[in-house]
């Protein structure tokens, strides 16, 4: 029972001590400052402590019991310290705020309070995961350490008394202040932003690492000693690395002090790591808003990192001079990095102008002292200038806004005198520095560059000098072409252009590579910035590239070459194009190159292609081109000359309908440019990968056309004719691009739309076509009356690749309609795209059922009389070729065709009494009978019609052997003599007719002349044949004889020793004639085959 009341009389008093605290706390934070200060410096000894109704003096006095109560009982003061850190995060930056300080510095006056307070202060940022107190923390923190700012005037000594020792505890706390600001960022674009507590982290950190850094242990001496010592360090030039000449100073200096201070440099070293991870993350944030103090930040990191690993390997020398060394370079340098890393720094607007003047005094005092120094001094000297510019890129980067621009108009000059003096540095680090502050003298900004920004006056002062630097192939040139490159970028001041490339472009080689690097620069910047040069500018720097690429110095035209194709083509591929005719090899090549980068750059661009066509169709915009060619000849091989590249580009090609549309339709708008139509034959092969794309745009033109009108005949010589020619010639030019095999698709609805399905069902698509299709539009075309008669032609030969099943049937079914109306035009038509087809189709054209039905026609046509050169003797012609062709395709075929069977039946019903010759019906035996038969044979022309077969219709079919003769494949040569030449050879002498007899020579003539060796075995009986008709014949059969004669006397070896008993009687029979009264042309002939005969 005792114990319980025990137990509720501590936590009865517990309670009314927390309650007290609380007032105290209250009473102390919301008093105010002065008041509060004046308190503390007239507090008696220990007054009677009043719980209740605490007064001020009491509420300090049952603080300070309390704290070292707690100390005693080693208990937590977070209900002194929390309300603490909630009060300085609540009056951050205010004046009403330093009560948390004047309390602190007060308690740490007692050596057990001050251990009591701070490490429970130290602990609390681990123990509470809180951010409202880890901010609050941080800021508290802060403020003890930058404590001569705000505690200067006070009596108590606290806070500086016990400043080593704090330090040292809240460097326990800096791996987890580091973390906060490691992890406390937030992604925005391509940028990284910081938090509010990684901030207020990140600039605790830099207070604890400068005030680490600061020269000896100046806050734990007097005032006057703290004084002298500043002031001292800030009149002394800073000096990175000790020179020789000032050794014993240094020396000296070191043993009066004995490194006073050194352990807490030592204890900054230790944090190296820290150090470096805190800058990097401070690169990040200031990436996107602070571009120029991000960049000497990068320096900064690199610098540090340097450090870490040239004296990683004195870490276990404890006593080590170089260790010595490094830690003080290290504390040298990080008062300033430190000081000018803040992200909030309320101290920095007061501070910049003498920091700015500090470090101007440092650039010009190193330059002109250590210029002419040793190496181990100038070296020193070197690194003492990059820490000064990098302070000064620091504090430049860190102004914004108005402070920048005020700064740049009072510091400006100064500032382009001491940097510009750096560029002539062999250093390429400091160079690079002192451009990035030059480039912000310059545009006037420290952030992102904009239009406005250059400032034109400065840039006229300082390009003389720039230019001089331009001269020599070095660093500062490549620093300053880098400058110029920018500025030229963003200002509308083409005159400072002008004067860099009218210095550079004329100059030596060095110049010259300078100038071409300038160029690079600037079409790299314009191409990653938003904003645009205009046309003049670039126009200026595409001739300039066009003269480079012609330079000698392979290393100036190369890179050149490499530049062209980035520009907009409209500036540079007509000059371009004109370079690849130069008579240079070297010009030439390097053009050839460049061109075909610049169309790979744009292959998905056609208007470059189109601009490229432009270029080669119209030689008169293109002066160098008319002049490279000599006659039509040369402008063809010119123009080849550029073609022959295109399929390098047209590999590079991904989607062809981006380009195939636009090109068709520049071919259907300049319906008479031949180039256009060559270039689509050089890719005719993308032209297939998208031929319903392409068939859809020839239908989609052709319909747009007017339709020749009926009874009014196209006019050639109007020069509208001319035009509506190429016009209705042009989607026909097209189809006539497309490779064979894409006709062959009976499903492309484009093609064929529905013929194939009504051609099985339906005639009607036989008299009429569809307009819909290109099939349809081939065959309207190929005959139609008043069509141009180019046009006709070139239709009815595109006709002849539509597919057999579709096309025969439509011609077979027109050719017998034109032939009963006798409509020359439609008959020759429909025979050029039969014969077409035989050509394109082979075994499937002949084999089609409706091709007896086209022999048929061909059979009644070469019935007609005729006279040479009129309509139907042409027809005729048209159907010889027909029929040589259909025999071609018959002894091709290497197997029966199921279908010929039909059409050798029919040929042999056609013949109404049939000689012992025929044997088998085909168009071959068709051929030879009605050649060699007797004069009574007739041909049926229809179930009631025979009609008697004249000698011209059996001339006819010595024709067709003669015209077969010319195009009969080399495969089926061997079996073409052998199932001809013998039946004819058996045959003439029994012919009565002479004009028929001289016919068959004639067929002989073309065999051996066409077929050569094959005729060997009939070699000896050709040769009767032709001594026969020289001796007995008409003047026609000599006439024929004696080529037959020549023709064997010009064959092979073996079909001269065959025949070379017979040659004598030839001989003898020759001069006979020669001497005999014949008519002249026969002896003229026989005269020469003598001479010919005597000779071998």
């Avoid at 990040?284 to 320096?299: F, G, N, V, Y």
């Avoid at 160079?431 to 400032?455: E, G, M, P, W, Y």
Wanted: glycine share 4%; with cysteine; proline share 4%.
């Amino acid at each position: 029972m005792e114990e319980d009341e025990q137990r509720q009389q501590v936590s009865e008093s517990n309670s009314m001590t927390s309650a007290t605290l609380g007032r105290v706390m209250n009473t102390l934070l919301t008093c105010k400052p002065k008041k509060l200060q004046e308190t503390i410096s007239h507090l008696e000894p220990s007054p009677k402590i009043a719980p209740i109704g605490v007064s001020l003096v009491q509420s300090l006095w049952f603080l300070s019991k309390y704290v070292k109560d707690a100390a005693e009982k080693e208990s937590y003061l977070d209900q002194v310290l929390v309300p603490m850190i909630q009060h300085s995060l609540r009056f951050t930056g205010s004046k009403h705020g330093n009560q948390v300080m004047i309390l602190l510095n007060w308690l740490f006056e007692d050596e057990i309070s001050f251990q009591a307070l701070a490490n429970d202060l130290k602990s609390i940022l681990s123990r509470k995961e809180d951010r409202y107190i880890s901010l609050g923390w941080c800021t508290l923190a802060r403020s003890l350490i930058e404590f001569e700012v705000t505690m200067d005037k006070l009596v108590t000594r606290g806070v500086r008394c016990r400043y080593d020792a704090l330090l040292k505890i809240f460097c326990t706390c800096m791996s987890h202040l580091v973390s906060i600001v490691y992890d406390g960022s937030t992604v925005q674009g391509e940028f990284e932003l910081p938090t509010r507590l990684s901030v207020a982290a990140a600039d605790l950190v830099l207070s604890l690492t400068e005030a680490l850094a600061r020269t000896n242990s100046v806050f734990n001496c007097s005032d006057d000693k703290r004084k002298a010592a500043a002031t001292g360090e800030r009149n002394l030039p800073v000096m990175l690395l000790p020179s020789t000449p000032t050794k014993k100073k240094v020396n000296n200096i070191s043993k009066s002090s004995d490194y006073e201070g050194m352990e807490m440099k030592l204890l900054l070293w230790d944090h190296l790591d820290n150090l470096i991870i805190l800058v990097e993350r401070l690169t990040a944030w200031s990436r996107k808003s602070r571009p120029l103090h991000a960049k000497a930040l990068e320096r900064v990191c690199k610098w540090l990192r340097g450090m870490q690993e040239n004296y990683i390997h004195e870490q276990t020398k404890a006593d080590s001079e170089m260790l010595k060394r490094g830690v003080l370079l290290l504390s040298s340098c990080w008062k300033h990095y430190g000081m000018l890393l803040h992200l909030e720094d309320n101290k920095f607007p007061q501070q910049y102008t003498e920091l700015l003047e500090q470090y101007l005094s440092g650039i010009q005092f190193y330059a002109d002292n250590y210029a002419e120094e040793s190496p181990r001094n100038k070296e020193s000297g070197r690194e003492t200038i990059i820490f000064f510019l990098n302070c000064l890129a620091l504090l430049l980067g860190r102004l914004h806004g108005k402070q920048f621009e005020t700064t740049i108009e009072e510091y400006g000059s100064r500032l382009s005198e001491a940097i510009i003096s750096q560029l002539n540095s062999v250093d390429d680090e400091v160079i690079d520095s002192s451009l990035c502050i030059f480039k912000a003298v310059i545009f006037r900004t420290n952030s992102s560059l904009s239009k406005h920004s250059a400032d034109i006056r400065q840039i006229n002062v300082l390009l003389p000098m720039l230019l001089d630097l331009l001269d020599e192939r070095d660093s500062a040139a490549k620093a300053v072409i880098k400058l110029l490159a920018e500025y030229c970028s963003i200002s509308s001041d083409t005159q400072c252009l002008g004067e860099i490339l009218k210095r550079l472009i004329s100059g030596n080689v060095s110049q010259k590579r300078n100038a071409v690097d300038f160029i690079s620069d600037l079409i790299h910047m314009s191409m990653q910035s938003d904003t645009v040069l205009p046309p003049p500018i670039w126009q200026h720097l595409s001739c300039h590239l066009l003269e480079f690429l012609q330079d000698e110095q392979m290393v100036i035209s190369t890179q050149a070459s490499s530049l062209i194709p980035l520009i907009d083509p409209s500036f540079t591929l007509p000059a371009l194009v004109c370079l690849i005719y130069s008579p240079l090899e070297r010009v030439h090549s390097l053009a050839s190159g460049t061109l075909i980068a610049l169309l790979k750059n744009y292959k998905h661009n056609p208007d470059v292609i189109c601009l490229l066509l432009d270029c080669l169709s119209k030689p008169s915009e293109n002066p160098d081109i008319c002049d490279a060619a000599d006659g039509v000849e040369g402008k063809k091989t010119d123009i080849d000359r550029v073609l022959k590249l295109l399929p390098e580009w047209s590999k590079m090609v991904e989607d062809w309908k981006v380009m195939i549309g636009p090109l068709i339709d520049k071919l259907f708008a300049e319906p008479s440019n031949a180039v256009i139509v060559r270039f689509l034959s050089s890719i005719s092969e993308h032209l297939a990968s998208a031929t319903d794309f392409v068939f859809q745009r020839i239908i989609s033109y052709s319909r747009r056309q007017k339709d020749p009108d009926e009874g009014v005949y196209p006019n050639y010589d109007a020069p509208e004719g001319q035009i509506d020619l190429f016009k209705r010639l042009c989607p026909l030019l097209v189809v006539r691009l497309l490779p064979l095999q894409v006709f062959n698709d009976l499903n492309s609805s484009a093609l064929y739309d529905e013929l194939p399905t009504k051609l099985a069902h339906d005639d009607e698509c036989l008299r009429t076509q569809s307009t819909e299709c290109v099939a349809g539009l081939l065959i309207n075309r190929a005959l139609s009356k008043f069509e141009f008669e180019d046009v006709r032609r070139l239709a009815a030969e595109l006709c002849g690749r539509i597919h057999p099943k579709v096309l025969i049937p439509i011609m077979s079914y027109q050719l017998k309609n034109a032939t009963s109306a006798k409509d020359l035009l439609k008959i020759k038509a429909c025979l050029f795209s039969i014969c077409t087809s035989l050509l394109v189709n082979g075994t499937d054209a002949y084999a089609h059922p409706d091709m007896f039905w086209i022999c048929k026609a061909t059979e009644t046509i070469l019935l007609w009389p005729s006279v040479d050169g009129d309509d139907i003797s042409k027809a005729q012609h048209g159907c010889i070729d027909c029929l040589a062709l259909m025999l071609c395709t018959e002894l091709q075929a290497t197997k029966a065709v199921k279908n010929s069977i039909s059409i050798e039946v029919c040929f042999e019903q056609s013949i109404v009494s049939s000689g012992d010759s025929l044997t088998k019906g085909s168009v071959c035996s068709y051929v030879i009978h009605h050649l060699v038969c007797g004069e009574d044979i007739s041909v049926m022309l229809g179930r009631n019609e025979v009609v008697k077969a004249h000698h011209s219709f059996r001339l006819c079919m010595a024709n067709v052997l003669i015209s077969a003769c010319q195009k009969v494949p080399c495969a089926s040569k061997k079996p073409f003599v052998s199932k001809i030449l013998p039946r004819v050879l058996h045959s003439v002498e029994e012919i009565a007719n002479s004009e028929v007899r001289s016919a068959c020579i004639q067929v002989f003539f073309s065999m051996v002349y066409h077929l050569k060796s094959l005729v060997l075995p009939y070699s000896s009986d050709l040769l009767k044949v032709s001594i026969k008709s020289l001796r007995e014949g008409s003047e026609k059969e000599r006439i024929a004889g004696a080529k037959l004669l020549a023709s064997l006397m010009a064959s092979e070896e073996a079909v001269l020793q065959k025949i070379s008993g017979g040659l004598v009687d030839a001989r003898t029979l020759l001069q006979d004639i020669c001497s005999s009264d014949l008519p002249l042309d026969v002896r003229k002939m026989c005269q020469r085959l003598l001479v010919c005969l005597t000779s071998l």
